[in-house]
């Protein structure tokens, strides 16, 4: 087991994909650029939902390991209570050599600017949380777990290191 912060896992494992794609069909290129796309799926998963956000996605065509770029929605609600429209929006990060990370929430925000900085706050409140990362041996799977410990493989009960 490993603690790793969500952001530097996302980071890495989305620049170990881009470099199994330059490889082409060298070696196991093919099969790791899978199984790195699996694990930003999971890490994905750890992100914020509900809510009002739907739809996370990670822009994977113009992400690199130095900027991250999260595609999502937001159903904003009016000032009486309904919901009003859905808000698309791009979340970008970029290394910070102060904070660590830094953000940039881009979309069409109109009369909701509020709700950016809401984003501003929840996404990197969430992209600094620690994960654990576990590893089956017998089904050569990698899991996430924010706050839940794991001691067996949800699929087949082997112990996980």
Known sequence: MRELTI???LANRIQARLNCIKKGDQENAVYWTG???KCIESLKDLLPSGSGIEGISIDLSNSTGEKIIIDSSFHAMNDSGYYDRWIDFSVTITPS???GISLKISGRFG????IKEYL???FDDSLR???KEYYCQ???EVYYRKREELHSCPVCGNKLQ
């Open 120 to 122: 501003f706050d929840v």
């Open 7 to 9: 952001y530097r896992e």
């Open 138 to 140: 017998n089904c050569e």
């Open 35 to 37: 199984e790195h796309e």
């Open 111 to 114: 009369k909701y600017q509020d």
């Open 97 to 99: 050599l102060i904070h």
């Open 129 to 131: 949380e620690t994960v």
